[in-house]
């Protein structure tokens, strides 16, 4: 029997018996799309996490945010380690090490005034170089140089955050505020700072407060970093300015502190008077960034990367996906009993006609053959439409607003215009459902035909 | 004449629980070539038996089955396969036809499984459908025609592949007198045609005188032989 002869058969055996066919059919049909939107949900959850660690930082970056207390005691009180420049240099000498910069943070603590318009800023000390190691792009203007002062790289949205001057000390995101543009150019506008919180602030008389101490700075801003609709990145709220200008401004912060009767310091508190507040290593490529970061945990400090949420987000997806995929294979396993089960019951019906093509001359390759074509097309045409119902469920995901395992914060890390994918579907997942569920359809097709090839011509041919 | 087929010593018995069945013993026949044969006898005698044995669709207990000298009791399912696909042709009483397929595609099956092209294979089965005079009939299903156009249709099936040697099993058991005539005026017909060998199993005497040589089965051994001359 030719082939083409075996599938032109199988086919009419199978179209002889419509529902049968057709309930079974819908049976692997449920289970392959069952499993592949499954792994599609698990596989959209993977690409999510990647994408929203892409667009957090760095991940090259390491970093250093202070010292293991544990450890550090464990080594005893003469090899105390600090988060210092000595620290900075350690760290340089390691190898596959890019850059290492300090950083201080004074986490809004300046205030910044310009004409009636005032912000309270969050300013970065940073190695002039390492600001554009970081992989920020410019907007406009230009990077900080070694000889910068009182000049600044801002985030695409700080000049968003000068607003009309009053007792407002904090920044509220405003979703609607983009469509009109900043109410001063930080670029060309004379800009002054202050340590004081309250400087520049109308009082209840209506008169500029005059009674400060704190000495005002007149600053440049030299640079706008690029700012993304889409992402979000912290960069967007910080204003950098050169490491040893942060460090001049926050002891003056620190004076001023001391002697103003007045605690209105801002969100800045320091348990870390001494120190940087953290410390980036750049990595030379990916590879290296996990031994890096382990060698400096030995050395005792706490250090965090990007890849390590990746690392533990990736087990977190895998288990989901185990999960989910385990579910669908269990219906994709009921799918392959029920070709089982119309194989064996085709088998039962078809005794006599096995028997018969038996005696005209079949052989037992033919009749097995044409089992397994009969039930693998089962297995293939539900495989195929399985694969195409799922590709149809996972635009509706898609399109409509479901949403399985985002959690809150990735809501809002992503903006409103780029709804995170719920279901991916990637060509080869279709393909080897595909592939797959012919398999099944093969497989559980074997059995019974391998006993309609054991029947004995003769008493198939007695049955009735 | 030259013997086709040679049986020697056949012993089959059946085992029924503990009981054990002699269905035929010691048969020693030698069929010849291009005659028409009947085996002859009552329900039970055991003359179906032996006419699965011959055709390869049951193994002897004991003994020798020699078709052009091949030890066909040695054969297994493969070659048996293989054999009645080159050698055998079957009429059976019940047709034994495919209900959902046509006529001609009924006929055409063998064919099929001799891997002969379609083209030829269709050509073929349309001149054994004329044979049979049935060429009206060609792409009526079993269901559409009556009883004795169904036992044409098996017949045409049956000596559509040109085989060696045809095995009618009881071929008019379910036909009328008339029917029953001219089926086998046209079984016998053809057989003697192509130069084959026909074998009919029957109980019905007045088969029996369309055959060149009867043989009479009585309780599983051979009781007469009767050539006709």
């Known amino acids: 029997m030719s082939n083409f002869d075996v599938i032109a058969m199988a086919l009419k055996n199978l179209f002889k018996r419509k529902l049968r066919t057709f309930l079974t059919i819908l049976g692997v049909i449920i289970g392959t799309a069952s499993i592949v939107v499954m792994i599609s949900?698990?596989?959209?959850?993977?690409k999510n996490f990647d994408s929203q660690i892409s667009q957090i930082s760095d991940i090259t970056l390491i970093h250093v945010v202070g010292v293991d207390q544990i450890s550090s005691q464990s080594q005893g009180s003469k090899n105390k380690i600090k988060m210092d420049d000595s620290a900075v240099y350690n760290f340089k000498q390691i190898e596959n090490v890019e850059s290492v910069s300090p950083i201080?943070?004074?986490?809004?603590?300046?205030?910044?005034?310009?004409?009636?318009?005032?912000?309270?800023?969050?300013?970065?000390?940073?190695?002039?170089?390492?600001?554009?190691?970081?992989?920020?792009?410019?907007?406009s203007g230009r990077f900080l140089n070694d000889d910068d002062k009182l000049n600044i790289v801002c985030g695409g949205q700080v000049p968003y955050s000068f607003a009309k001057n009053t007792k407002r000390r904090f920044y509220f995101y405003d979703p609607n505020q983009q469509e009109k543009a900043p109410d001063i150019d930080v670029m060309k506008d004379r800009i002054t700072i202050s340590v004081d919180m309250d400087y520049g602030n109308i009082d209840t008389t209506g008169e500029k407060s005059t009674t400060s101490t704190a000495k005002a700075h007149p600053v440049k801003f030299v640079g706008v970093l690029k700012y993304d609709d889409?992402?979000?990145?912290?960069s967007d709220y910080n204003c950098y300015m050169t490491i040893e200008q942060v460090k001049k401004l926050k002891a003056e912060k620190q004076k001023f502190d001391k002697s103003s009767a007045n605690n209105n310091s801002g969100f800045y508190s320091d348990n870390n008077s001494d120190g940087y507040n953290e410390i980036d290593i750049k990595c030379k490529d990916i590879n290296s960034v996990k031994d890096i970061a382990e060698k400096v945990k030995d050395m005792g400090y706490n250090a965090y990367y990007a890849g390590e949420y990746l690392e533990s987000m990736r087990s977190t997806a895998a288990n989901m996906q185990a999960l989910l995929g385990a579910i669908g294979a269990v219906s994709l396993f009921v799918a392959a009993i029920g070709i089982a089960n119309t194989m064996v019951m085709s088998v039962y019906e078809r005794t006599r006609e096995i028997g018969i093509m038996k005696v005209i001359g079949a052989s037992i390759y033919d009749i097995k053959k044409l089992f397994l074509v009969e039930s693998s097309t089962i297995g293939f045409l539900g495989g195929i439409i399985g694969a195409l119902f799922s590709l149809l469920i996972s635009y509706l995901l898609n399109t409509t607003n479901i949403s399985f395992f985002n959690n809150d914060s990735y809501i809002y890390m992503s903006s409103a215009a780029q709804k995170p994918l719920v279901s991916l579907v990637p060509l080869w997942l279709c393909i080897a459902a595909v592939v797959f569920s012919g398999l099944v359809g093969l497989l559980s097709g074997y059995f019974p035909a391998r006993r309609a090839t054991k029947l004995s011509a003769l008493t198939a041919i007695k049955s009735e | 004449m030259k013997n086709i087929i040679e049986l020697s010593a056949i012993k089959k018995i059946y085992k029924m629980g503990s009981e054990k069945i002699v269905a035929l013993n010691n048969i020693n026949l030698n069929f010849e070539q291009n005659k028409i044969y009947c085996i002859l006898g009552t329900s039970g005698s055991g003359k179906s038996t032996l006419l699965n044995l011959i055709a390869g669709l049951e193994k002897p207990s004991a003994g020798q089955i020699l078709f052009k000298n091949m030890h066909i009791e040695n054969f297994n399912e493969e070659q048996l396969a293989e054999f009645r696909k080159k050698y055998i042709g079957f009429v059976f009483q019940s047709y034994n036809l495919f209900p959902t397929m046509t006529a001609l595609e009924n006929v055409s099956l063998p064919l099929?499984?001799?891997?002969?092209?379609?083209?030829?294979?269709?050509?073929?089965?349309?001149?054994?459908?004329?044979?049979?005079?049935?060429?009206?009939?060609?792409?009526?299903k079993?269901?559409?025609m009556s009883g004795g156009q169904q036992q044409r249709v098996s017949i045409a099936r049956a000596f559509v592949n040109n085989p060696q040697v045809i095995f009618a099993d009881e071929p008019t058991g379910n036909l009328d007198t008339k029917?029953?005539?001219?089926?086998?005026?046209l079984i016998t017909g053809i057989a003697r045609k192509n130069n084959q060998t026909l074998i009919i199993v029957t109980h019905d005497l007045e088969i029996s005188d369309y055959a060149d040589t009867i043989i009479h089965i009585r309780d599983g051994v051979v009781d007469e032989i009767k050539n006709k001359e």
Do not use: C, W
């Open chain 1, 41 to 46: 949900l698990g596989l959209a959850l993977n």
């Open chain 1, 104 to 139: 201080i943070n004074l986490s809004y603590a300046i205030k910044a005034i310009s004409g009636k318009y005032s912000a309270t800023l969050n300013l970065v000390g940073i190695d002039a170089q390492f600001l554009e190691t970081l992989g920020y792009e410019l907007e």
């Open chain 1, 230 to 234: 889409f992402s979000y990145s912290p």
């Open chain 2, 112 to 140: 099929v499984f001799s891997r002969v092209p379609k083209k030829i294979r269709i050509k073929r089965a349309r001149e054994m459908l004329k044979n049979v005079g049935l060429e009206n009939r060609i792409n009526h």
């Open chain 2, 142 to 144: 079993p269901s559409q």
């Open chain 2, 179 to 185: 029917t029953t005539f001219e089926m086998m005026d």
